[in-house]
């Protein structure tokens, strides 16, 4: 069974330009969940979809970030423009029920760097 | 408000030595509390969990943690590393309130030396 998927794995990009994450859950997963990890700090919650709908979209930090859920598949969060501040490790994680400690699936990250 | 607070940025052991990775937390009823690793290039793994019951659970990998509600405190152990325990360790907190959504601590780089 494929894992979560991310990509790119990396981007490094300049202040002001676009930057596309796209994630991939494990299929039939419908619970998808970005996270992200600046600055080696903590790991934090930005927003949750069930399906296609957004569930909770509390952590996410302002609006030049944009979560889509296509059809309940793939998401992607789009970051436009980019500021300095929002490089850092960018994860997302699936699972198929939203309740605690129903097993999380993590992908392995997307690493942004804005210079 | 939930929060969660690993003390120890680094932790260096010799392999084959016990380990012990701090964690507390504060929230503000029952805890769901978590233990995650992230090695090199991978993504964050479950090495156990806790809901109720036995403080004490065990997990994934030979690792065990122990609830203690009087210190707010979930630490991670293990009785004898491996060098590919060198990792970075990450405790989290949740509640039924929160569905799925987790608090992450700043994480613990382990490094173990042969």
């Known amino acids: 069974e494929a894992g979560v998927t991310q990509f790119p794995s990396h981007s490094v990009i300049e202040k002001g330009q676009t930057v596309t994450l796209r994630c991939d859950p494990i299929?039939?997963?419908?619970?998808l969940y970005w996270y992200r990890r600046v600055m080696g700090k903590e790991i934090k919650f930005l927003l949750h979809?069930?399906?296609?709908?957004?569930?909770?979209e509390s952590g996410m930090p302002n609006n030049r970030f944009l979560a889509e859920r296509t059809g309940g598949t793939y998401s992607t969060l789009k970051v436009q423009p980019a500021e300095l501040e929002d490089s850092g490790v960018y994860f997302c994680?699936?699972?198929?029920?939203?309740?605690?400690?129903?097993?999380?699936?993590f992908g392995s990250g997307t690493q942004l760097s804005v210079l | 408000a939930q929060s969660v607070t690993q003390p120890d940025i680094h932790i260096t052991v010799s392999e084959g030595a016990s380990l012990e990775l701090r964690c507390n937390y504060s929230y503000g009823a029952t805890p769901y509390l978590f233990w995650y690793v992230q090695s090199p290039g991978q993504g964050l793994q479950l090495l156990l969990k806790?809901?109720?019951?036995?403080?004490l659970v065990q997990g994934i990998k030979g690792f065990e943690a122990e609830f203690k509600r009087s210190q707010s405190s979930f630490n991670l152990r293990k009785p004898s590393v491996h060098w590919s325990d060198a990792a970075e360790y990450f405790c989290a907190v949740g509640g039924m309130e929160y569905g799925n959504k987790l608090v992450f601590g700043a994480g613990t780089i382990l490094r173990v030396k042969s």
């Open positions: 994680a699936s699972s198929s029920a939203w309740t605690v400690g129903e097993k999380l699936f």
């Open positions: 979809f069930v399906k296609e709908s957004k569930q909770d």
């Open positions: 299929s039939g997963h419908d619970n």
């Open positions: 806790y809901f109720s019951g036995d403080t």
